[in-house]
């Protein structure tokens, strides 16, 4: 499997396996660290999900200038 090929779905979907470490953590010691850990995760799992997807096509006002 190459990176270039994962898609942000699916990046989204291993991102949010990480929530189950971060549970047994908050359940094992301390329920309020799980809980901003918990929290950490989701934002960064966001974070990412938005950075990563596609660019829709679109030339964000770059027309060309008619000097004619």
């Given at each position: ?62 027309e060309?200038t008619?000097?004619?």
């Amino acid at each position: 499997m190459v990176l270039e090929d994962l898609t942000p779905r699916t990046a989204l979907v291993v991102g949010l396996l990480a929530l189950l470490p971060v549970t047994w953590y908050g359940l094992g010691s301390s329920l309020s660290a799980g809980v901003v850990s918990g929290i950490n995760v989701l934002i960064i799992v966001t974070a990412l999900y938005v950075a990563f997807r596609p660019v829709p096509d679109a030339h964000h006002g770059h027309e060309p200038t008619d000097a004619s």
